[in-house]
């Protein structure tokens, strides 16, 4: 299991005393580090370095170390896809297995 908390990326610019409000309508979640797609069967890592905070039962190393393991090997490009589109491309993904990133190298865009 991994801790989930938005406190450090939405939080992290927002007054004390807003996230004291927000904090018992949002608390940190536990979520499974790998999920299965039940449809399929697939297993597919559940973590990502904006939310996920730490493995559950693990010191600060250990769960670093591991996190930053699954951080690395998300991001290798046989993993990736980018999509230049065009005019009637549709694009399909499972999001329960996909990171999203957007790339901001299209300023300025053009027509």
């Not at 299965?36 to 297993?43: N, Q, S």
């Not at 039962?57 to 393991?69: C, K, R």
Request: hydrophobic residues 40%; aromatic residues 10%.
């Amino acid at each position: 299991m991994a801790e989930h908390d938005w406190i450090n990326s939405f939080g992290a610019g927002m007054d004390k005393d807003v996230v004291a409000q927000l904090r018992p309508s949002f608390p940190a979640v536990q979520h499974p580090v790998v999920r299965v797609i039940p449809e399929t069967g697939r297993r597919v890592l559940f973590v990502n370095t904006i939310f996920t905070q730490r493995i559950v039962g693990l010191d600060e190393a250990e769960s670093n170390q591991i996190l930053t393991t699954l951080y690395r090997h998300m991001m290798r490009p046989e993993f990736q896809v980018r999509l230049r589109w065009q005019p009637n491309t549709i694009a399909m993904w499972d999001n329960r297995a996909c990171q999203h990133y957007a790339a901001s190298d299209y300023f300025p865009s053009v027509a």
